[in-house]
């Protein structure tokens, strides 16, 4: 009996991942569940406006229950208990990347690779989204990403950006930012998603050589412009042999320092082995960036079955070359960097005490201190508010001793939903501070509150840092 338990239970196995239990990737000539470099998953060819959507839900349960081939090995496939499967489940993320309508050429981009030239979509995705909706298959807080090169020269974008507004995620837009879009930028401004943009090049030569396009300033100042918009702008640098370079790295922080931009994305090529070399680059772009007030993004590499944490290798390196990095940063950067902000705000008296909260590196309440170790990056987080207008603030920064170190806002629906304030729904901050920007010893960690009109008001919640040698 023992042995046909075990039979009926390799039956029932179920195996899924957030892409394949409630994703969807419209491609210029087939449906997948994600993109993946890894793992691509097609679904079935397509260039047709009709969608079968019984075909769709029928192939998508079949795959829980036994995986396509590229998905077998893939990290993110995990099993899952049978009795928690819906086969009518909501999607929560759509990527409509149904026409490949780059204006450039990247060496590193499969469409490269391939020889495949920019084409105009096959069919319209409008009425596909409005059947899905019809059918109760997106989710209300369904996120969409609006991908395939340069977006905005898609005839449907206008309509397909209005579509996804109607709901309440928080949407995606993958641009190379050639094109300057007022709709994006409203996006932006009304906090209804991100902008990210692959630049990968601190320089117009190193920016030409990859994409065989010389539009590096335009794409430069078309950022600026976005990041004044006062919403999430990302500038993703994917690291390679061709701008490795501790220079073309430096040139890079330097832009994004002066262009407003506090979002870097750092990564690698997909399918590149990973050097000392490509890590040191990384490691240079994180411990500058930090410095500078930004916030930088670098990801799990996933490699087959594995996920693997190169940022912890990044900051192995920062920390051996904490000296050296520090140097580089005093000779490229001078008296730009994030503690000098402290000269402006001092002068702000704090008017009042307001509600906050450190949640990250101490989430615990019973906790209030904890140590790094000089030349490591020490990451804070949390949450807060303006009860007086019931707001987030204009402008957030870590208070640690004298020093002002700009934070980057976020997404917290946790905090709007515990105090019933909508409002509060952006009331996160974040950010990553090199501690040998901090004399050792222990310091108090604060979180100030910028309003627009320029009074400052501190977080009723504080910790203790010590910084060891």
């Excluded at 890079?252 to 590149?272: A, C, K, Q």
């Excluded at 916030?295 to 087959?304: A, S, Y």
Aim: aromatic content about 10%; hydrophobic content about 40%; overall charge negative.
């Amino acid at each position: 009996m023992e042995i046909f338990g075990d039979i009926r239970d390799m039956l029932n196995e179920m195996k899924s991942c957030k892409f394949i239990s409630s994703g969807i990737v419209f491609l210029t000539d087939q449906i997948r569940f994600c993109c993946e470099p890894e793992t691509y998953s097609p679904i079935c060819a397509f260039d047709s406006p009709e969608m079968d959507i019984d075909f769709f839900l029928d192939f998508r349960e079949r795959v829980h229950r036994e995986p396509l081939e590229s998905c077998r090995n893939c990290a993110h496939l995990q099993p899952i208990d049978p009795a928690e499967f819906d086969r009518n489940r909501k999607l929560t993320y759509i990527n409509l990347a149904h026409g490949d309508t780059c204006n450039f050429k990247c060496e590193y981009c499969f469409t490269v690779h391939l020889q495949l030239s920019a084409s105009p979509p096959k069919y319209k995705l409008l009425p596909i989204l409005n059947k899905l909706h019809e059918c109760g298959l997106i989710d209300e807080n369904c996120v969409f990403c609006l991908s395939s090169g340069e977006p905005t020269l898609n005839q449907e974008f206008s309509d397909l950006l209005d579509f996804a507004v109607r709901f309440n995620g928080y949407n995606m837009i993958l641009s190379n930012c050639s094109v300057y879009s007022a709709a994006v930028y409203n996006l932006l401004r009304e906090k209804r998603g991100y902008l990210l943009c692959s630049v990968d090049a601190g320089t117009q030569e190193t920016f030409k050589d990859i994409k065989s396009v010389d539009l590096f300033d335009v794409v430069i100042s078309n950022l600026s412009k976005y990041s004044k918009s006062g919403g999430e702008v990302i500038v993703k640098y994917i690291i390679y042999d061709r701008n490795c370079g501790f220079e073309e790295m430096i040139s890079f922080i330097r832009l994004m320092y002066e262009n407003g931009l506090n979002r870097v994305f750092l990564t690698m090529r997909s399918h590149m082995v990973v050097s000392h070399e490509h890590l040191s680059c990384a490691a240079i772009g994180m411990f500058l960036a930090n410095a500078m007030g930004m916030n930088v993004f670098f990801p799990d590499r996933l490699e087959g079955s594995r996920l693997i944490n190169l940022k912890e290798s990044a900051e192995a390196i920062i920390a051996d070359k904490a000296s050296e990095f520090t140097e580089i940063l005093q000779k490229e950067f001078q008296n730009e960097t994030a503690p000098f902000l402290s000269q402006t705000l001092d002068r702000i008296l704090p008017c009042s005490v307001t509600k906050g909260y450190i949640d990250h590196p101490v989430p615990a309440d019973e906790i209030s201190s904890f140590s790094v170790n000089h030349g490591m990056i020490l990451n804070i987080a949390g949450w807060i508010i303006n009860e007086e207008s019931k707001s987030c603030f204009s402008s957030v920064y870590i208070k640690i001793g004298s020093g002002y170190y700009k934070a980057t806002p976020c997404q917290r629906p946790d905090v709007a939903e515990a105090f019933g304030q909508p409002n509060y729904s952006m009331s996160g901050f974040s950010a990553s501070i090199i501690s040998t920007l901090l004399p050792a010893g222990k310091h108090k960690v604060e979180i100030a509150g910028i309003t627009e009109d320029g009074r400052q008001y501190i977080a009723n919640h504080t910790i203790d840092v010590e910084v060891t040698s």
